[in-house]
């Protein structure tokens, strides 16, 4: 499995890439997740890419493109990959292009998650998320089965991320039709997407993704 989820802020692109995961054992690669942890350990990195995160605006090509070919040419990296918050730019996805090309690997697809424009403010300002595993909840469309405990890791640290109020999501927003919208026609035209209504209850997404691999 090697695919790349694309979709707004909020669309469930971090939902559905944790249940693939799981189920095929691949690895999800969220730039976001790296970047949060990033900030939390102080990196250099982390102490970058802050400033850009709290105003809901994307993080430099340059870091980002470095962060993820360290990612792929490290001798550990699986197969079977995710990649979730990646590429966010035309400029982002020319370089994965090059790096999957100079390294012989390719795509299978693009999964664009599709969700309506007053959905996804819902989402995200009701999100929590597990502060050890990274696995996203909603206060009423995802709770976890147990209050307060991550269903994935048991950890029970669940925290309301920075950039989910009202205020940034609608910059993140902005961002994202400026500025990683254009991917979908990116890969349409090389005919590598498949869209999914992710405006569907959680478990319909899923299966309409799992239609995809069989
Ligand atoms: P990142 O962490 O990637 O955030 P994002 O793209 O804004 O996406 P989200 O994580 O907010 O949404 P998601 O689609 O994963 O939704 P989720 O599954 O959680 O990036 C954060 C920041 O880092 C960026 O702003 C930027 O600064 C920087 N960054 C990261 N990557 C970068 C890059 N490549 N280049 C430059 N900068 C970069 O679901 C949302 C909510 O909805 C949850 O509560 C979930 O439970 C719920 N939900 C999910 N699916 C459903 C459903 N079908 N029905 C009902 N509820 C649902």
């Known amino acids: 499995m090697k695919i790349i989820f694309l979709g ?7 939902t559905q890439a944790k249940i693939l995961e799981k189920k095929y054992n691949a690895l999800q690669v ?8 990033s900030i939390e350990e102080k990196t250099p990195l982390g102490l970058k890419a802050k400033e850009f995160m709290d105003q809901g605006k994307l993080v430099t090509d340059d870091l980002i ?14 197969e079977n990959w995710i990649m979730d918050g990646f590429p966010r730019t035309v400029a982002q996805a020319e370089a994965f292009d090059d790096l999957l090309a100079s390294i012989n690997l390719e795509l299978d697809c693009v999964i664009e998650v599709d969700v309506n424009r007053d959905v996804l403010v819902k989402r995200l300002t009701g999100r929590r998320v597990c502060k050890k595993c990274q696995a996203p909840y909603h206060v009423n469309f995802n709770p976890p089965k147990k209050e307060g405990v991550c269903d994935y890791c048991g950890d029970n640290n669940i925290y309301q ?5 009202e205020e940034v999501v609608v910059n993140r927003l902005k961002v994202y039709d400026d500025q990683t919208a254009p991917l979908i026609e ?9 869209k999914i209504d992710g405006d569907l209850p ?3 997404v899923s299966k309409k993704i799992e239609l995809l691999f069989q």
């Open 30 to 37: 969220s730039t976001g997740d790296i970047l949060r942890k």
């Open 202 to 204: 959680l478990e319909e």
């Open 186 to 194: 990116y890969y349409s035209s090389k005919k590598l997407l498949h």
């Open 65 to 78: 493109i470095g962060l993820i070919k360290d990612k792929f040419t490290s001798k550990d990296f699986p």
């Open 161 to 165: 991320r920075s950039d989910d109020t």
């Open 8 to 14: 707004a802020p909020g669309a469930g692109k971090g």
